[in-house]
């Protein structure tokens, strides 16, 4: 089934501590793309990668590092949490980056307390 | 700085109502527009795609349709069903990058 997963669904975790994302596609996508969901400021796009090795900034990079060795791979890191990054974390995918829908994941609901 | 807005923010139709939602951008250079629906505590899932040459797209029941030089979408739904109540995203892509509105929250009542 052609899917795109991110691991973990929740989390909860302090101030301070590293984490990291998971997110993984298996449609060979080369576009992948991470957001983030906040009430009543919708999705904003944090890193995005155009395919291995090549990573850009979003709308909101500030605080979060991403990385993309293999193409079906493309982990969020946030070094060190902090609260104001509580929020629902999406992953997305597409073949290319224009010209084909993108796909999501079932997102992450991180806390940070 | 792409912004996208969608109007209304949330909407309560009777079933069988057909109904329009709409999104609008302040860029008109863009790639495409992409209509989702997020269930609640789900992730999305994508309804239509529209290319920037094209002026609509449709699948089933829903009809979007795209003015690029006033920077308008709308998304038309036909015949709405209760199954239809959810949250309704377009999202347009500006280069290599993606701009979302915050939603129509749609409740269709049987």
């Known amino acids: 089934e052609a899917q795109v997963t991110q691991n973990p669904r929740y989390l909860i975790t302090v101030t301070g501590k590293k984490l990291t994302v998971t997110c993984s596609q298996n449609?060979?996508?080369?576009?992948m793309s991470w957001y983030r969901q906040d009430p009543g400021l919708g999705l904003r796009q944090i890193y995005y990668?155009?395919?291995?090795?090549?990573?850009d900034k979003g709308d909101v990079p500030e605080g979060y590092k991403v990385s993309r060795k293999e193409k079906r791979n493309f982990p969020l890191i946030l070094e060190s949490p902090s609260p104001n990054q509580t929020s629902l974390y999406f992953c997305?995918?597409?073949?290319?980056?224009?010209?084909?829908?993108?796909?999501f994941g079932p997102g992450t609901r991180l806390t940070v307390t | 700085k792409q912004e996208v807005t969608q109007i209304p923010a949330a909407l309560s139709v009777p079933e069988g109502e057909n109904l329009v939602l709409n999104c609008s951008f302040t860029?008109?250079?863009?790639?495409?527009l992409q209509w989702f629906r997020q269930d609640p505590g789900k992730g999305l899932t994508s309804l239509l795609l529209?290319?920037?040459?094209?002026r609509e797209q449709t699948s089933g029941r829903l009809n979007a349709s795209l003015d690029k030089s006033s920077g308008r979408s709308t998304l038309y739904i036909a015949a709405s069903q209760p199954g239809d109540s959810a949250t309704y995203l377009c999202?347009?892509?500006?280069?290599?990058?993606?701009?979302f509105g915050t939603g129509t929250s749609l409740t269709v009542i049987p």
């Open positions: 529209i290319q920037s040459s094209q």
């Open positions: 990668s155009m395919n291995v090795e090549v990573t």
């Open positions: 999202a347009v892509q500006s280069g290599n990058q993606f701009y």
């Open positions: 449609m060979n996508h080369e576009y």
């Open positions: 997305a995918s597409s073949l290319i980056a224009s010209s084909y829908e993108q796909y």
């Open positions: 860029d008109s250079a863009i790639y495409n």
